[in-house]
């Protein structure tokens, strides 16, 4: 379950300092600096009106940035986002996976993906995670069992679970029973 009501993920064009830039236009307050989370460092500031925060995470384990909006006034925050940050679709992420010839542009990809992904399965992506899952790349398999972490589907919980018997990296099979265990938790 999330706490936020909107999450883009942004693209490397789109640096720091055009977020600070934007927050400076918009009024927003910076309320909380560097805040580190699960080895991600948080940014957040509020509106002027004290009615929404957003959130800019730097989620280095993953090499991705993202915003995500929470309050009353999210869904006015969501399109001045839209408006003026270069951000990732889900569609656009879905064709670089299809068309990812490196091991960077597969990493992008997947996290992309998973992190623009619709709440609601979608069994494209579905069968294309159950695809990277097999690359000959470890990093590659194991980023689909990080991305599932973001992404619970039932399809993606079972790819992990493919992954968790059959993978040939112990690495790999260990962060699969550990993000297994660790759903199962959340879910009890």
């Known amino acids: 379950m999330t706490d936020f009501s909107h999450r883009f993920v942004l693209k490397p064009t ?35 009106d004290k009615r929404t925060e957003i959130h800019h995470v ?26 003026n940050c270069d951000l990732w679709s889900y569609q656009e992420a879905r064709r670089a996976l299809r068309s990812a010839a490196d091991r960077n542009e597969k990493l992008t990809a997947v996290y992309a993906a998973a992190l623009t992904a619709p709440a609601e399965e979608d069994g494209g992506l579905v069968a294309a995670f159950r695809e ?23 399809g993606l919980v079972r790819i992990v679970d493919e992954v968790l018997t059959r993978d040939p990296v ?19």
């Open 14 to 48: 789109c640096s720091i300092r055009d977020l600070k830039r934007l927050a400076w236009d918009l009024d927003w307050d910076i309320v909380d600096l560097r805040r580190s989370e699960a080895g991600a460092y948080v940014d957040i500031w509020i509106t002027y």
């Open 58 to 83: 730097d989620d280095e384990p993953i090499g991705m940035r993202y915003l995500t909006v929470r309050g009353e006034a999210g869904d006015e925050v969501a399109r001045q986002i839209q408006e």
């Open 132 to 154: 990277v899952a097999h690359d000959a790349d470890p990093g590659v398999r194991q980023s689909v069992v990080i991305a599932t972490g973001y992404l619970p589907w039932p």
């Open 170 to 188: 112990d690495r790999v099979r260990r962060n699969s029973e550990l993000l297994l265990e660790g759903l199962q938790r959340g879910g009890e």
